[in-house]
Nanobody
Framework: VQLQASGGGPVQARGSLRLSCAAS????????MGWFRRAPGKEREFVAA????????YYADSVKGRFTISRDNGKNTVYLQMNSLKPEDTADYYC????????????????????WGKGTQVTVSS
């Protein structure tokens, strides 16, 4: 299984970025997917999750209303649209999944998830 995140980079505050995570080696349509981040000197934290059909989404309070998670099962890809970015959004962003963990519980059940992609770095300047 491979999860390849991309789309990060430098951006000014109040700007936007769209992250992508391309999955291979798994039946993508069977997996709920999540985005997570780790800021410098901080623990990894939950950002957003989406169910296998895309019918339900979940967000951390810190990004609610600014970030949107979506997926395209035909392209085996999950996205994270990030708007109104703030300096505190600066972090390495990771996508992850586990067949046994639902999107609804990823916020507090992610440490042991089976599959993690390499991060893509987002740097927001003020």
């Amino acid at each position: 299984v491979q999860l390849q995140a991309s789309g990060g980079g430098p951006v000014q505050a109040r700007g936007s970025l769209r992250l992508s995570c391309a999955a291979s080696g798994l039946m993508f349509f069977k997996y709920d997917m999540g985005w997570f981040r780790r800021a410098p000197g901080k623990e990894r934290e939950f950002v957003a999750a989406i169910t296998r059909t895309g019918g339900s989404t979940y967000y951390a309070d810190s990004v609610k209303g600014r970030f949107t998670i979506s997926r395209d099962n035909g392209k085996n890809t999950v996205y994270l649209q990030m708007n109104s970015l703030k300096p505190e959004d600066t972090a390495d962003y990771y996508c992850a999944t586990d067949l046994a963990i639902s999107a609804q519980t990823m916020a507090y059940q992610f440490y042991g998830m089976d599959y993690w992609g390499k991060g893509t770095q987002v740097t927001v300047s003020s």
